[in-house]
């Protein structure tokens, strides 16, 4: 079973940028559906950004379209989540997950209870 890592979290002020990272390990990176979610406190955790490792489609939660960009390198079995423009409301804890199959459309590639693998969570913390 694949097993995911988070990196690259960390402070920023308002309009600034993070990168954060996921690197995976074990099998079914190659045709899996990885995404990016986050927690603040208080809420339900929810989808932030979702790629296909195998054809590169990327799927994007409407309050970071624009801001976001997902990406991966399938050299390094790695995923990025690319944050500009941050504002106060993007502070949480940002966690990735992989899925046992290929992302089957956009909304489902942000559907929680379709990944099956989660890291640990790196923070995000931004300030105005």
């Known amino acids: 079973q694949a097993q995911v890592v988070e990196s690259g979290g960390g402070s920023a002020q308002a309009g600034g940028s993070l990168r954060l990272s996921c690197a995976v390990s074990?099998?079914?990176?190659?045709?899996?559906?990885m995404a990016w979610f986050r927690q603040a406190p208080g809420k339900q955790r929810e989808g932030v950004a979702g790629?296909?490792?195998?054809?590169?489609?990327?799927y994007y939660n409407s309050s970071v379209r624009g801001r976001f960009t997902i990406s991966r390198d399938n050299a390094k079995n790695t995923v990025y989540l690319q944050m500009d423009s941050l504002k106060p409301e993007d502070t949480a804890m940002y966690y990735c997950?992989?899925?046992?199959?290929?992302?089957?459309?956009?909304?489902?590639?942000?559907?929680?209870?379709?990944?099956?693998?989660w890291g640990q969570g790196t923070q995000v913390t931004v300030s105005s």
């Open positions: 997950a992989a899925a046992r199959t290929g992302c089957l459309s956009g909304s489902w590639a942000l559907i929680r209870e379709n990944y099956n693998v």
């Open positions: 074990g099998a079914g990176y190659s045709t899996a559906c």
């Open positions: 790629i296909s490792t195998r054809l590169g489609r990327t």
